[in-house]
């Protein structure tokens, strides 16, 4: 394998975009600042003051495709026959906070899909394909294009020269939004602006804050007819809650739920404590007022044994930037931007994203 391409974030987008590329012949390193893959797709590895060991889906509960999305079907069905997904046959739903009950029972909808035994069993997967390097804890601080040598130029977090590339596929929007200066305090890796006209279209994304409640029950919530999960309506607080551990190949010695709350209750926390990592203190304090909320529902819920609260700062993009493109693409740079902000807000996008991104990189080495 010559040809080196470098992609930022093992998301699903971006572990998808590496495997068809490394099926290509084309030689992949994956830069990903956590410890693991997934993203909002990664599992949470959790303890109880026992010992005991509990796994959440804390970010995305489950995926669907559509019937039309021939490519992405293709990749569910071998992911599917290599037992890393299979299909989440429970009853979903929703619940109205104001009559304080259950109002509807989804009927047919499409096939959900969830990762076994995890939501990130797919992106392990791919992210450790033949072809494919990936490199856990190693945030890139810096892109540089280098005009004489026709090739990208990466720097890391702590100022290591990581290597040159031919190209770039950029699936984390902190790469070039100013979440990164937020968090950082450094400028965003690569300055669109001096790159293309692409710049202007995404000096920033606005996305949607989420805040994830996770808890665990000695006995199943009895009083909950949809074993997979439900919507709130007429609440401020919370906008889902799935049951965890409904989902194929999971454990069952504990009931698990994950509820979501509203972007309006994640926007007011965050504007009252700022974007700063959420301290031990503001997250029990949220776990709380979530796990109230939840109560006050009227459902009979008893008192969990574990209950802890995190933060997704920017879980849900509130735009998309490539429309019908799927991607946005830079040829004379060789850089590719995608995931679920080009396309739509789910884990379907992300994927779809990833495909038509691995296809740009293609298609410009067939001409080269």
């Not at 950082?184 to 920033?204: A, H, M, R």
């Amino acid at each position: 394998m010559t040809s080196k391409v470098a992609i930022i974030g093992s998301g699903i987008s971006g572990a998808v975009c590496a495997s068809i590329l490394a099926k290509k012949g084309i030689s992949v390193t994956i830069f990903e600042s956590a410890r693991g893959p997934g993203g909002r797709m990664s599992q949470r590895r959790e303890h109880c003051e026992d010992g005991r060991e509990l796994l959440f889906d804390h970010g995305a509960p489950c995926f669907s495709v559509n019937a039309n999305n021939l490519e992405m079907r293709s990749l569910v069905n071998d992911w599917e026959s290599r037992g890393l997904v299979a299909q989440w046959e429970e009853k979903f739903g929703s619940f109205d906070c104001s009559s304080r009950r259950f109002v509807s029972v989804e009927e047919e909808v499409n096939t959900r899909y969830v990762g076994v035994p995890g939501m990130n069993s797919v992106c392990k997967a791919l992210c450790h394909e033949p072809g494919v390097e990936t490199r856990f804890g190693h945030g890139i601080g810096r892109l540089d294009w280098l005009v004489d040598h026709n090739a990208w130029s990466l720097t890391s977090l702590d100022g290591q020269d990581v290597g040159h590339f031919m190209g770039v596929v950029a699936t984390d929007k902190n790469t070039f939004s100013s979440r990164f200066t937020d968090v950082t305090g450094k400028p965003p890796p690569i300055d669109l602006n001096s790159v293309s006209e692409v710049g202007f279209q995404i000096k920033e994304i606005p996305a949607f804050p989420c805040f994830a409640l996770m808890l665990a029950f000695a006995q199943p919530l009895s009083s909950i007819p949809m074993k997979g999960g439900f919507s709130f309506k007429n609440s401020e607080i919370l906008s889902w809650a799935y049951c965890d551990s409904s989902k194929p190949g999971r454990s069952t010695t504990s009931e698990r739920w994950v509820l979501h709350s509203t972007a309006k209750y994640a926007d007011l926390v965050i504007s009252q404590a700022g974007f700063q990592k959420p301290s031990t203190a503001l997250l029990t304090k949220v776990a709380e007022e979530l796990f109230q909320e939840f109560r006050s529902t009227g459902i009979d819920i008893p008192q969990p044994f574990f209950k802890k609260a995190h933060r997704w700062g920017s879980a849900f993009p509130a735009v998309s930037i490539a429309g019908e493109e799927k991607c946005l693409w830079v040829e004379n740079r060789r850089l590719a931007i995608c995931g679920d902000f080009c396309m739509m807000p789910n884990v379907e996008g992300a994927i779809s994203s990833g495909i038509a991104a691995a296809a740009k990189f293609v298609q410009l080495l067939a001409t080269e």
